[in-house]
């Protein structure tokens, strides 16, 4: 009981979450802007597919450094395993379906490598918003 000496504390601290959602319209606007932002910088490159012979490491590591990037953020349509399990162990290796992708990905990515389906995906995501 708080009356006594040593006793409990009458309004303890309890949890309590700050985060706040941000409007949908505000996060659309925002990823515009930061892929509008690499454009200009040129750091956006679209491929047609990201196929890849075998889903080793070594494959991967090779077609990667002939970019000539320490961090890439490859953007697909939907969750490529052999993709995804080739560069898990690449240093500044990251990936994101389209349809998920946010400001700050985009901004702390690097350069942006874009699948064609992607791209199509993440217009036709962008385009719902209106």
């Given at each position: 009981?708080?009356?006594?000496?040593k006793?409990g504390?009458v309004?303890g601290p309890?949890?309590?979450?700050?985060?706040?959602?941000?409007?949908?319209a505000?996060?659309?606007?925002?990823?515009?802007?930061a892929?509008?932002?690499?454009?200009?910088?040129?750091?956006?490159?679209?491929?047609?597919?990201?196929?890849?012979?075998?889903?080793?490491?070594?494959s991967?590591n090779?077609?990667?450094?002939a970019?000539?990037?320490?961090?890439t953020?490859?953007?697909?349509?939907k969750p490529?395993?052999?993709?995804?399990?080739a560069?898990?162990?690449i240093?500044?290796?990251?990936?994101?379906v389209a349809?998920?992708?946010?400001?700050?990905q985009?901004?702390?990515?690097?350069t942006?490598i874009?699948?064609?389906?992607?791209?199509k995906?993440?217009?036709?995501?962008?385009?719902?918003g209106k």
């Open positions: 009981s708080p009356v006594w000496r006793g504390i309004f309890r949890p309590h979450s700050y985060r706040r959602d941000m409007p949908a505000k996060r659309r606007q925002f990823l515009i802007e892929l509008s932002a690499r454009c200009a910088e040129g750091a956006v490159v679209v491929m047609d597919s990201f196929d890849l012979q075998d889903a080793r490491t070594k991967l090779a077609a990667w450094k970019l000539q990037a320490r961090k953020l490859f953007v697909m349509d490529d395993r052999n993709l995804i399990g560069g898990r162990n240093e500044g290796f990251g990936w994101a349809s998920n992708l946010n400001a700050y985009v901004l702390n990515g690097g942006l874009f699948s064609a389906a992607a791209l995906a993440l217009e036709k995501s962008l385009g719902e």
